[in-house]
């Protein structure tokens, strides 16, 4: 069940924080990584997930691909 939880809201969640209110969030957001291999990924994931945020002009798109990375995210862990 926290693994839905995880896989949905999250990303809702993050989406409308951070693309909606504050689109370039992406990069600050990363800073709170402990790992450069994690700071990475997210400024990177966060980049692309404004890309296609400014493509799209919505929000459901990042709010999809967020949670299609948090379920391959989860998926791997449970591994």
Known sequence: MQCLLFVF???ITEEVIFRGFLLNAGMWYG???????TFILIFIVGIVFCQVRI?????I???VLHG??????????ML
């Open 9 to 11: 809201s999250a990303p």
């Open 31 to 37: 800073n709170i990584g402990k790992w450069v291999a």
């Open 55 to 59: 493509g799209t002009r919505s929000l």
């Open 61 to 63: 798109a990042p709010i």
């Open 68 to 77: 299609i990375h948090n379920t391959i995210s989860v998926a791997f862990l």
